[in-house]
């Protein structure tokens, strides 16, 4: 079945330092992929989405690119901030091959961020 | 409107209680879901409608009984709960379009329940 694979951290950065959060992928036909972030208490937000093989999904600074050879969708950004401390989830859909929605999603463990000042 | 709407935000019950859980889009999407995400843990997918007919449930407990009364509104009725139910229950909504772009799944805040 479909699986997603993230480093699960703590992730622990200073402010300003070069963020990469890995993520790959198991999946049977052409799974759209998305990084949610989660802050304390909240539920998810959608940060970037790729819906085909070398799509750049791109948000607040953030970028992943959908790399189907490698079967990857790694996260990164330039420069973290204080903010940026959250839990991040690499998840993908199409777990029942049908792609577009209704397939509901299949989530990474879940990365947990913290940026220090 | 761009949200997911749902509440309570916080709900306590004893495992005799019946309960239930609201959750409302109005974005026109025709496809609603139910995930149950346990502390440090990623959401798990309960149930899906699409065109407000069951079309996932993963193995759920008849405990939780979902509804869909019709497309902009969606419940999850709770009866006999045990402790370990305790969790976010989040909802989400997306496009079912097979034929159009695909833009994501938007996830309400969650109903933080604790049973006691």
């Known amino acids: 079945g479909n699986s997603v694979t993230q480093m699960e951290g703590p992730v622990t950065l200073s402010e300003e330092a070069f963020l990469t959060i890995n993520c790959t992928y198991t999946a049977t036909g052409y799974p759209s992929l998305f990084w949610y972030v989660q802050y304390p208490g909240e539920g998810l937000q959608l940060l970037l989405k790729a819906t085909k093989a070398d799509d750049k999904g791109s948000n607040k600074g953030f970028e992943a690119t959908y790399r189907k050879e490698t079967t990857s969708f790694h996260l990164e950004k330039g420069s973290v901030q204080v903010s940026d401390s959250a839990v991040y989830f690499c998840a993908l859909s199409g777990k029942y091959s049908r792609g577009g929605g209704a397939d509901g999603l299949t989530f990474g463990k879940g990365t947990h961020l913290i940026i220090q000042p | 409107d761009t949200e997911v709407t749902q509440t309570p935000k916080h709900l306590v019950m004893g495992m005799t209680n019946k309960k239930s859980l609201k959750c409302e889009q109005h974005m026109g999407h025709r496809a609603m879901y139910w995930y149950k995400q346990k502390a440090k843990k990623p959401p798990e997918l309960m149930f899906v409608y699409s065109y407000e007919k ?32 305790s969790a976010l229950y989040l909802c989400a909504s997306s496009q079912e379009a097979r034929n159009s772009p695909f833009y994501g799944y938007t996830f309400g805040s969650g109903t933080r329940l604790t049973v006691v």
Not at chain 2, 71 to 79: C, F, G, I, P
């Open chain 2, 54 to 85: 069951l079309s996932i449930n993963e193995s759920v407990p008849s405990r939780f009984s979902p509804e869909c009364p019709n497309s902009s509104l969606l419940n999850l009725h709770l009866h006999a709960l045990q402790p370990e139910d």
